[in-house]
């Protein structure tokens, strides 16, 4: 069985004529990296909330290394849309206020050394007493990350991370992510509205169709080999086989995607598979 | 605000709106020269005083006269000669210990209070009535029913105190608790912190800022307050001795009275403005 695995997952809002989506049904690998891309509306942050325990799903059910998830615990680490600081908190604060709840145990000063060490990591070492509204917005979504990663979890949910963020930061803080994830092979769920960042980050895409009864409409596999550089990746011709295939997607079939009935498997496609890997030249 | 180019100007003003209004006053004060009615029973006029007898002296006192008084208290503040003659250091010492012991009491019971009104919708709704209905009410209205049940005068003073104390501080405790960002909670939630850990870590220092001002506003109205109540009651405290001086037909008392009233409700508003200097927090 996957590491993660989601069965007839459905949420209706109370007052709500239908559902936001249901029928949803994947699985995710141990280590592996998978990012959802839909429309507003589509119940991306939903998914993201049962998961996290935050929000409970009105039917269906999610499983995680064997057990079932209910509420949130702490083999989830989560990075907030809005970062999610405690303002009144240093950055280094902010992180050991996770370390110490995932380690209670621990004495002060290992807190603190594991909570430094996490801040290094996302290249924050001379931020560590700075307040919040000292830091940037990509240093503080740095922070949020940080936090995230330092209770080690086994697995990390993303909820948008980047999309307040400008273009130069987005990119610096996606090698970061993209460095920490390779070397903890940790297992990621992502939510993005970016289809570069998609392409960029993930080894798989979920596609979700249009909200209300939203449905897992196609799963994405990403070959392109790793590690992936921003600079270059968009030279591979595959590449753009993917971008056309999602884009095509979002713009055309999101809203008039019917699924041919409840509990089918999502098809699974591999745009550009069919071209030869490039030969480094 | 835009730094000033010349800082002394401003502290020059004030000491020249003084110098003006002092001046005022002393002409306004001045004992007219009178002559005393040739007709006057002479027994009358060595017993009221004989500008009084003419009807040309007010009992408004000069500056000078207020500034000798005051002088005069502020070296003696603590002496004590009998229930009606004590120094004003004693009157004000009682006045704040009844304010300090009303106000801890509401602060001891409010802030937990609104924390629960806070977080629970439901405690909201069913206590919220009750608080619409007793927080304009003026706190001396329950003073003959505080008297009829406390009995102790002194003690139906800290009751007044506290009742007018508590609605700021819970009304503002409760509203910044059920406001508190539903991402700090949802943080605190994800990393399984305790309902207790969270209340203290999280809501606390969250809603310290509004629970300050609450407690900022409150100690406004107590010191407001204690000056009347102790009017009603009696036997000690600054509001006592107001009023004792006002049967003494003593204006110059009842003005260094006033000026001290005025500067102890200025300290404990820089005290309380300074606490929530302290917790508040920028975004």
Redo the contacts between chains.
Sequence with gaps: MAFLHIEALAKRFPQADAPVFEHLNFSIERGEFVCILGHSGCGKTTVLNIL???DEASAGTVVMDGREVRG???D???V?Q?H?L???LSALKNVE??VR??WPEWSRREVEAHSIKTLEMVGLAHALHK???ELSGGMKQRVGIA?AFA?QPKMLLLDEPFGALDALTRGTIQDELMQIVAATQQTVFMITHDVDESILLADRILLMSNGPRAQLAEIVEVALPRPRDRHTIHHDPRYYRIRNHLVDFLVNRSRAFAAPEAGHAPAVVNPGSDIPEPQAA | MTTLRKPWLAPLLSVLLLAFLLGVWQLAAQPETTVVDPGLDPEYAALIGAAAAGGGQSAMPTPGEVGGKLWAHLTDPFYDRGTNDKGLGIQIGYSLARVLAGYLIAVALAVPLGFLIGMSPLAYRALDPYIQVLKPISPLAWMPLALYTIKDSGTSAVFVIFICSVWPILVNTAFGVASVRRDWLNVARTLEVSPLRTAFTVILPAAAPTILTGMRISIGIAWLVIVAAEMLVGGTGIGYFVWNEWNNLSIANIIVAILVIGVVGMALDTMLARLARAVSYRE
């Design positions: 996290s325990g935050l949130p615990a702490l989830r680490g989560v907030f809005s999610a405690m303002p009144w206020f996770g709840s995932r307040k919040p509204h936090r209770i």
